[in-house]
């Protein structure tokens, strides 16, 4: 079988040289994310409001949703990995964008019924969270089986574009869609793009092949190999560290934001969504930018660089409340400095990781990084749930942005000043 795939391999890989943009297949699975990514930044803005304007959701309650959203991360995300190398991801993407779309149109159906609740909210959450596991664990994994080595950076760069992209008119509309039509139906276009994205994939093609079963090894073995690959890394640790600290911290800021915005400051899911797309731009900026930044001051550099910029500018975010008048362009201002320094940072760890990481453990180093850096968030949610609750929503705020600072230390201190690039992999790692 082996003999027969390698010859498919070699001409698909010829057919990628050059720039992407001439790469079809590269193009249809983009356009599919594009169009997934514009219904998540809809839904990302219309969940909330639907739980705070219209089921009138506590801090708690916001805190539960929050968490029931990412605990799959936490709860099966290290099998989830092993698992998800064993089978073709392209096809694991799919099933995901299936369960998602069908889970998300239970919510406005519910609705007109009129019977939705706060816990069939938090049902959908946790389903949806569990389909976004084995989905974005399988869409880190894949870019090296769609395109060259040497184009899996311009591949990053370009989808993370196209998240910002859609993070730009995605919040927009759906503050459009929620002052028009109600946020039930502004969820409703989401399941549309999901559906979008799944065609699109049934159209992709790509060059991964699966081992027989009888050479996997125990799962309990596949998830241990996954761990000590990530952790055996100094530089994946550290990178590591910076990240799940400050997903832990930005979590406690993030769960209240919508209370912070909609409550606190007063305003509308319009000027909401205008706040989200506004900053979305430093997120593309950030994108677009940040092959002439690492060509300038270098890769290993830019990491420390960019998590001293996304964790100091944090700390804007509660300040807007000292200034309530200023609140606005207060908090543009902070998403887009702290979106275009986190597009910086994660664009340029992600192509390193999955640089050096043999294909076969693709799917493991992925979920053991998000088992570790998004298993905090639900720990998180609900502390800040509790701790609204208990302290109220702004110092609640001041507490993630003040630990956010810390997040920094673990790439700042060590041994990313000394570099100028980050290593490769071995060449056979690199074959996998």
Same mark, same amino acid.
């Given at each position: ?95 995901? $964008?299936? +369960? ?31 389909? !976004? ?56 276009? !989401? ?15 790509? $060059? ?12 309990? %073995? ?49 000027? =909401? ?51 309530? $008048? ?12 702290? =979106? ?24 493991? =180093?992925?979920?053991?990084? %998000? ?5 905090? =968030? ?15 929503? +702004? ?15 673990? +790439? ?7 570099? %100028? ?12």
């Amino acid at each position: 079988m082996s003999q027969s795939v390698e010859p498919q391999v070699e001409r698909r890989a010829g057919s990628r040289a050059g720039s992407l943009w001439r790469d079809g297949n590269f193009l249809t699975m983009w356009s599919g994310q594009a169009f997934s990514q514009f219904g998540a930044q809809i839904t990302e803005l219309a969940v909330p409001v639907l739980a705070v304007l219209l089921l009138d959701a506590s801090e708690f309650e916001v805190g539960v949703l929050t968490a029931a959203n990412v605990a799959a991360f936490l709860l099966i995300g290290l099998p989830a990995g092993a698992w998800i190398d064993r089978v073709r991801k392209r096809h694991v993407m799919i099933a995901a $964008d299936a +369960v998602r779309a069908v889970a998300l149109a239970s919510l406005p159906l519910l609705w007109w019924a009129g019977v939705l609740q706060i816990w069939h909210m938090i049902a959908v959450a946790f389903v949806l969270g569990i389909a !976004t596991v084995f989905f974005d664990v399988s869409y880190q994994s894949i870019v090296p089986s769609l395109v060259r080595s040497s184009q899996i950076a311009e591949a990053n760069g370009k989808l993370e574009s196209t998240s910002q992209l859609a993070g730009i008119a995605g919040p927009a509309a759906g503050g459009w869609l929620v002052a028009a039509l109600t946020a039930p139906v502004a969820i409703l276009a !989401t399941v549309g793009t999901y559906v979008a994205s799944m065609i699109a994939l049934l159209f992709t093609r790509d $060059d991964e092949t699966v081992a027989p079963a009888d050479e996997h090894p125990p799962l309990f %073995r596949s998830i241990g190999e996954g761990l000590r690959w990530v952790f055996g890394n100094p530089l994946l640790r550290r990178i590591v560290g910076t990240t799940s600290v400050s997903n832990f911290f930005s979590t406690l800021t993030f769960t209240l934001l919508p209370i912070f915005l909609l409550r606190e400051l007063g305003l509308t899911p319009a000027a =909401m969504g205008v706040i989200f797309s506004l900053s979305a731009i430093g997120g593309l900026c950030g994108a677009v930018a940040t092959p002439h930044i690492v060509r300038w001051i270098g890769e290993a550099r830019a990491i420390p660089i960019s998590s001293i910029g996304f964790s100091v500018v944090g700390l804007a975010l509660p300040a807007a409340a000292w200034v309530p $008048d200023l609140a606005f362009p207060l908090l543009v201002a902070q998403g887009f400095l702290g =979106m275009f320094t986190v597009l910086l940072y994660n664009i340029t760890q992600v192509t390193f990781r999955q640089r050096i990481t043999p294909r076969r453990l693709l799917g493991r =180093m992925n979920a053991s990084i %998000r088992f570790v850096v998004w298993g905090v =968030m639900p720990i998180s949610a609900l502390l800040a749930g509790a701790l609204g609750t208990w302290l109220g929503t +702004v110092p609640t705020m001041w507490i993630g942005a003040l630990g956010g600072v810390l997040s920094a230390l673990f +790439v700042v201190i060590g041994p990313f000043w000394g570099m %100028r690039e980050l290593p490769d992999a071995a060449p056979a790692d690199e074959r996998g």
